[in-house]
C-alpha cells in the first residue's frame, strides 16, 4: 500500500535586513536536502523550488516579503516545519 502523500502549507516573512541572499538561500537548500518532500517557495504567484539556489535566489526577497512555503511528501510536515523554523530564526542574521 502507498503511503498518503501530504501537502502542507505555511506563510513566513523574511525578517533578516538583508533578506534572502546567497548565505540565507544556501541554508534552504541545505536544509531542504535532508527531506524527502519536495519543497517549494511562493512569491506573488512565482515558485522556486527549495533545493534549487538560482531558482530561490531568483524569487528577489528583501526584508519584509511574504512566502508559502509548500511542502508535500512523506515527512511534508516535518519539513514545513523547519523551513518555518529557519525563517523564524532570520537565518542567523539580523
Given amino acids: 500500500m502507498q503511503e498518503k502523500s501530504h501537502l502542507v502549507e505555511r506563510e513566513v516573512w523574511v525578517e533578516n535586513r538583508l533578506g534572502i541572499h546567497a548565505r540565507p538561500a ?5 536544509l531542504a536536502r535532508q527531506f524527502e518532500a519536495e519543497i517549494l517557495l511562493e512569491k506573488e504567484g512565482l515558485v522556486a523550488n527549495a ?3 538560482l531558482a530561490v535566489l531568483a524569487l528577489d526577497c528583501p526584508q519584509g516579503t ?3 512555503v509548500r511542502a508535500q511528501g512523506a515527512d511534508a510536515r516535518d519539513a514545513a516545519h523547519a523551513m518555518v523554523q529557519l525563517f523564524a530564526r532570520k537565518f542567523g542574521e539580523t
Fill in 51 to 53: 533545493r534549487e539556489l
Fill in 66 to 68: 511574504r512566502l508559502v
Fill in 26 to 30: 544556501t541554508q534552504i537548500l541545505n
